[in-house]
């Protein structure tokens, strides 16, 4: 699709500031994503949330408009389940400037004593070594490869699901799942906001890339994995205040959920 084949308001880049982002060469057919106002309460929107390519992409398509997105200013996500959310307006868009407002730990203590308070004693095993203390977030971990070579080796296995791509105007990954409004966690937490906070920490802290959302998934690329046990036992407190179901409905503790993200550069979230 030419340029100017697009609808008007994709040229205008999703506004708020938009003038200072184009778009990408050869960017292949798509359209533009608006939330579906019966869904979001909010009435009409004023933006659309994404653009989103007509036809699955190839991991090839999301390096190539990564390592574009410095000069469009539009970060690529890879749209698990098309049809449902993105499709048909499933999304509540949110300002990324409230991300601002939250922080990594501060929504981990907030979840861990809230869920803590509803689990019956003995469910508390699960959480050994720290139970019912919060042990806080974990140290960075250390580099183990270039962060945007990891993203695109996941977006190149993640691909073979022939997913369509989004492009969402957004300055870092972690902002793209408020301003797309991705509600994938809902279950989880009714506002994404804080745990977009959550995944801009990891950004800092273990080289974390967002690649790919869906429905109620999240795939997230790692360039500095917890490498010991006892680090990704630390990781792994912060994944279950993140997403529980990962622990609960998967090895069924933390150290047994530990083991699975030592040394992976590859962290899948999934909530029921």
Same mark, same amino acid.
């Given at each position: 699709?030419?340029?100017?084949?697009?609808?008007?308001?994709?040229?205008?880049?999703?506004?708020?500031?938009?003038?200072?982002?184009?778009?990408?060469?050869?960017? &292949?057919?798509?359209?533009?994503?608006?939330?579906?106002?019966?869904?979001?309460?909010?009435?009409?929107?004023?933006?659309?949330?994404?653009?989103?390519?007509?036809?699955?992409?190839?991991?090839?398509?999301?390096?190539?408009?990564?390592?574009?997105?410095?000069?469009?200013?539009?970060?690529?996500?890879?749209?698990?389940?098309?049809?449902?959310?993105?499709?048909?307006?499933?999304?509540?868009?949110?300002? &990324?400037?409230?991300?601002?407002?939250?922080?990594?730990?501060?929504?981990?203590?907030?979840?861990?004593?809230?869920?803590?308070?509803?689990?019956?004693?003995?469910?508390?095993?699960?959480?050994?070594?720290?139970?019912?203390?919060?042990?806080?977030?974990?140290? &960075?971990?250390?580099?183990?490869?270039?962060?945007?070579?990891?993203?695109?080796?996941?977006?190149?296995?993640?691909?073979?699901?022939?997913?369509?791509?989004?492009?969402?105007?957004?300055?870092?990954?972690?902002?793209?799942?408020?301003?797309?409004?991705?509600?994938?966690?809902?279950?989880?937490?009714?506002?994404?906001?804080?745990?977009?906070?959550?995944?801009?920490?990891?950004?800092?802290?273990?080289?974390?890339?967002?690649?790919?959302?869906?429905?109620?998934?999240?795939?997230?690329?790692?360039?500095?994995?917890?490498?010991?046990?006892?680090?990704?036992?630390?990781?792994?407190?912060?994944?279950?205040?993140?997403?529980?179901?990962?622990?609960?409905?998967?090895?069924?503790?933390?150290?047994?959920?530990?083991?699975?993200?030592?040394?992976?550069?590859?962290?899948?979230?999934?909530?029921?």
């Amino acid at each position: 699709m030419d340029d100017h084949q697009l609808p008007r308001e994709l040229c205008q880049l999703f506004t708020d500031g938009g003038r200072e982002r184009r778009l990408p060469a050869g960017l &292949p057919p798509g359209d533009v994503v608006w939330p579906d106002p019966t869904y979001t309460h909010q009435g009409e929107a004023v933006r659309p949330a994404f653009w989103m390519s007509d036809e699955p992409a190839a991991g090839e398509d999301w390096a190539r408009l990564r390592a574009w997105h410095p000069h469009s200013g539009l970060w690529p996500v890879l749209l698990d389940e098309s049809a449902q959310p993105w499709g048909i307006g499933q999304i509540v868009p949110d300002d &990324p400037r409230l991300i601002d407002h939250f922080t990594a730990e501060g929504f981990m203590t907030e979840v861990w004593q809230e869920w803590v308070s509803q689990m019956p004693q003995d469910a508390l095993e699960e959480l050994e070594p720290y139970g019912a203390l919060c042990p806080g977030t974990a140290a &960075p971990g250390v580099l183990k490869a270039d962060p945007e070579a990891v993203a695109g080796w996941l977006a190149g296995e993640l691909a073979a699901k022939a997913m369509p791509l989004g492009l969402v105007a957004a300055a870092r990954g972690s902002d793209a799942l408020a301003v797309m409004g991705w509600q994938g966690a809902l279950h989880h937490n009714e506002w994404m906001v804080p745990m977009a906070a959550v995944v801009r920490s990891w950004e800092d802290r273990f080289g974390v890339r967002v690649v790919s959302v869906g429905f109620n998934t999240l795939e997230l690329s790692v360039a500095a994995p917890p490498a010991d046990p006892e680090h990704a036992l630390h990781v792994a407190a912060e994944h279950w205040a993140f997403c529980p179901d990962n622990v609960v409905q998967g090895p069924g503790d933390l150290q047994a959920y530990a083991e699975q993200i030592i040394g992976a550069h590859a962290w899948s979230f999934w909530w029921d």
